[in-house]
Structure formats: structure tokens, C-alpha cells
């Protein structure tokens, strides 16, 4: 009976240990270029010329709306969100994917999953749309001290103006990963309603798949990983 206990113990710290790590961090940082600090500079001023726009209108709320189409591809192992992601991002942005174990390969996926970092680089170098007029590359964000009305209209931005699906950094959406990544593919915020849809790679039905959230419920999971980051 000891025995059968022990063996039932140690398959379930085996499984909690093979979804437990969705995303590592090599804790070296991203490291910005000269092209994309100054893209990211002059995209903030644009957002937050918006945002003062808004509050001077006085306006009780300010209508968004905006989409793409984001392919969802279920991860094909449990520290495979990083690689189902960047493939969902690729199809979205150019039309085309490679493999996952391909994508794995080029982001340094390991057991522990993949770091934030590696695949914010990896998108902004190679995720450009095919269609012109949309030529804006991705760019890295820390959100930590960023607000609610600042993400909502980088969302909107990045869909809307970029025509590309953003992908955030998230922590709480499965119970048992210390981090993960999702792609939004909407954003539809109309007077009380303040709502994006997520597309989840998660291969665990309960919590993966394509659906609608809080906006504001996004944005506190985004926020509350431990890099709170995002790339749009």
C-alpha cells in the first residue's frame, strides 16, 4: 500500500513539474537596439498624445476596435507555449510557419520553456507583414509601470495600426505555470464594454483555446508576471 502511495506521489510531482514551467528567464534582459529604442520613443509619444487627447475631450469613454486573424496552433509539449506562440504569431503576420520544434530551436527553448526575451527578438526580426502600408516592426515594452488606459490603447495600436497580433507575457492563467505566452487577435471596447480575445496555445482544453476576456483581467495578468512584458 506504501509502495502504491509513493508511486502515485511521484507521478503527480512528475506532471506538476512537466507544466510547471512554461517560460524560463535566462536573466540577462532584452537587449534593445539603437532602431527600436527610437521607434519605441516616438510610438509612446503618439500613444500618449492620444490618451491627453481623450482626457481633454472629456470623453466618458473612447470607442476601440480593431482585428486579426490569429491561427490558433496547440503546443505540442508542455514547454511549448513559447514555440505554439511564436508559430501563431508567424502564420497571423506573414501567411506562413515553420514547425514548432523549428521555432523552438531558434528561440533557445529548453525543458523549462522559453524566454520572454529570446522570442520578443525573434518576432521583431523576422514577423513583417507582406501587405503595405503596414510596416511598423514589433516592439519590446516593459509594462510595470504603465496603467490600464496606456495598455488598452497599445493593444488597439498594435492590431489596429501594425495589423499584428500582440503577445503578452502572462501569469495566472493556468494554475500550475510560473509563466506563459498568448497572442490577442481583438479588441472591442465600447462604453462598458472592455473586452479582448485571447488566443491560447495552452494544450490543456481547460484553460487554452480562443476566448473572450476582461480587458482589465489581461492586463492585471500581464502585469503580474514576473517580467511584465510585452511586444506590440
Excluded at 20 to 45: H, I, M
Excluded at 196 to 225: F, I, L, M, S
Aim: proline share 3%; net charge neutral.
Amino acid at each position: 500500500m506504501k509502495k502504491r502511495i509513493l508511486i502515485i506521489l511521484l507521478i503527480f510531482v512528475s506532471c506538476f513539474n512537466s507544466i510547471a514551467f512554461a517560460e524560463r528567464d535566462s536573466g540577462n534582459g532584452y537587449v534593445y537596439t539603437l532602431e527600436e529604442l527610437e521607434q519605441l520613443e516616438k510610438e509612446t509619444n503618439k500613444i500618449l498624445e492620444i490618451i491627453k487627447s481623450n482626457k481633454e475631450l472629456r470623453a466618458p469613454s473612447v470607442d476601440r476596435y480593431a482585428r486579426v486573424s490569429v491561427r490558433r496552433f496547440e503546443q505540442e509539449y508542455d514547454n511549448y507555449c513559447g514555440p505554439a506562440t511564436v508559430k501563431q504569431t508567424m502564420d497571423s503576420v506573414t501567411g506562413y510557419s515553420e514547425s514548432q520544434s523549428y521555432y523552438a530551436s531558434r528561440i533557445g527553448t529548453t525543458k523549462k520553456g522559453t524566454d520572454f526575451d529570446d522570442l520578443a527578438a525573434y518576432l521583431r526580426r523576422n514577423a513583417h507583414n507582406n501587405n503595405s502600408g503596414y510596416e511598423e516592426s514589433y516592439v519590446y515594452e516593459d509594462i510595470e509601470s504603465i496603467d490600464y488606459s496606456y495598455w488598452l490603447e497599445r493593444i488597439y495600436y498594435c492590431l489596429h495600426n501594425k495589423q499584428k497580433p500582440p503577445v503578452l507575457d502572462v501569469y495566472g492563467f493556468t494554475p500550475t505555470s510560473t509563466g506563459h505566452f498568448i497572442n490577442i487577435d481583438i479588441i472591442d471596447v465600447r462604453g462598458s464594454i472592455q473586452e479582448v480575445r485571447v488566443v491560447d496555445p495552452n494544450n490543456d482544453r481547460r484553460y487554452g483555446g480562443t476566448k473572450w476576456y476582461d480587458a482589465n483581467e489581461v492586463y492585471t495578468k500581464n502585469k503580474n508576471h514576473k517580467k511584465h512584458s510585452a511586444l506590440w
